[in-house]
């Protein structure tokens, strides 16, 4: 996300600034160079400025929140990015490893059980959970907790996910 303010904007914003200090500094210049009389009378003026000075500042203040916050959600964004790309090089970079090493290296990674581990190897051949019910001999609400646990612990949200988590880093990267 970008500033919400336009540079031409923030530029002018930071002139009017600028020329409110140094209106600032001229008046406390004048405050200690001439008569006080010529001061109390032009003292609104200088209030002015000064209150104007103080405006900007607390302006200045809420557009640099308004910047950090996005700056932190682009941050956050990057950080989400990286992690995919950290996963899908992790694949790539075992090129001397099988894909089966690989795929087994993941599941160690995310801690799952043995029993989830053969859950996974199925649904990564893509077998639906009525078939992972019958072949290893549960109930089909057996499996669907395990294949729930297993998503949980990857960080899916289900079977497809799950499978395009370990064959898009296979895939050649799109035009």
């Known amino acids: 996300m970008k500033f919400w303010l336009p540079q031409e904007k923030r530029f002018y914003f930071f002139l009017i ?11 406390e210049i004048l405050t200690f160079a001439f008569d006080i009389v010529w ?6 003026y200088f209030t002015t400025i000064e209150a104007a000075f103080g405006f900007l500042s ?6 640099l929140f ?10 956050e964004s990057a950080k989400v990015v990286i992690e995919g790309l950290r996963n899908k090089n992790q694949l790539l970079t075992h090129t001397n490893q099988s894909f089966w090493e690989s795929f087994q290296k993941q599941l160690e990674e995310w801690d799952l059980s043995d029993k989830e581990k053969e859950i996974s190897m199925l649904l990564l051949r893509g077998m639906s959970n009525h078939q992972i019910a019958a072949i290893r001999g549960k109930s089909l609400k057996t499996i669907e907790n395990q294949t729930f646990s297993i998503y949980q612990k ?10 395009a988590y370990f064959i898009s880093p296979l895939l050649p990267e799109e035009d």
């Open 39 to 44: 001061i109390e009378r032009s003292q609104a």
């Open 154 to 163: 990857s960080g899916t949200t289900g079977k497809l996910e799950f499978i």
């Open 58 to 63: 607390i302006i200045g203040l809420y557009f």
């Open 66 to 75: 308004i910047e950090i916050k996005h700056t932190q959600n682009d941050i």
């Open 17 to 27: 600034y600028v020329l409110l200090v140094l209106l600032w500094i001229m008046e």
